[in-house]
């Protein structure tokens, strides 16, 4: 088996690990810290990267995408529908207009470039998110962790199958996957800080 076969079948496992850790730790600790508009554009770009790689013929590609939908479903389904039903359609429309529009005219690399920027789009939501929220219980360190690992797997798929702009694509999210790990383990760090025994008894006192 080719290199590129090998890494871009561990992305297929790690990817699919990665997004049922979230699910599991928001079906444990509820949703709180959770972006709905983020994990709505994680969802569509799915589609997207389902629909890329059944273009160029790369079943590594498909079969990512096809095992990482069910688990985002389930997280999005315990969201507020409300806000779940508005973030997917925000999501739909910008997709629509940043990637949709640029392949339809000139083909993937032109979308990719698009989704790229979406790409920064869609962890800037959970940045703020962690910045503005007194604690993250429902943001699991360890599934960006094992984002960041599996995006970094993709970024040496592409690169040796010769696909320059997505890999790009890759590098970017990897820079920004490592950016909310870091704010995350802050955020932990402080909750656990405040909660503290010597916290605990000095507010009894």
Not at 1 to 18: E, I, K, R
Not at 44 to 64: D, I, K, N, Q, R
Not at 96 to 121: K, N, Y
Request: glycine residues 12%.
């Amino acid at each position: 088996m080719h290199l590129a076969a090998v890494v871009g079948w561990s992305g297929v496992v790690v990817g699919t690990l990665t997004n049922g850790a979230q699910a599991r730790k928001i079906g444990r600790q509820g949703a709180d810290g959770v972006n709905a508009t983020t994990w709505s554009l994680f969802t569509l770009m799915s589609l997207v990267w389902l629909a890329y790689g059944a273009s160029v013929g790369s079943p590594e590609v498909v079969a990512s995408a096809l095992c990482g939908l069910p688990f985002l479903v389930v997280l999005l389904a315990r969201l507020d529908p409300v806000t779940r039903w508005r973030c997917l359609g925000i999501a739909a429309a910008l997709l629509g207009v940043v990637v949709g529009a640029p392949t339809a005219i000139s083909g993937w690399d032109a979308g990719l470039l698009g989704l790229s920027g979406v790409i920064v789009l869609t962890r800037l939501p959970q940045l703020r998110q962690l910045v503005r929220a007194r604690h993250a219980d429902g943001v699991s360190t360890g599934s960006w962790l094992l984002g960041s690992l599996n995006v970094g797997l993709w970024l040496v798929f592409y690169a040796t199958t010769r696909h320059p702009v997505a890999a790009v694509t890759m590098g970017i999210a990897l820079a920004t996957n490592l950016s909310i790990v870091g704010l995350a383990v802050l955020r932990h760090r402080h909750a656990s800080t405040r909660t503290s025994p010597v916290d605990q008894l000095a507010l009894a006192a």
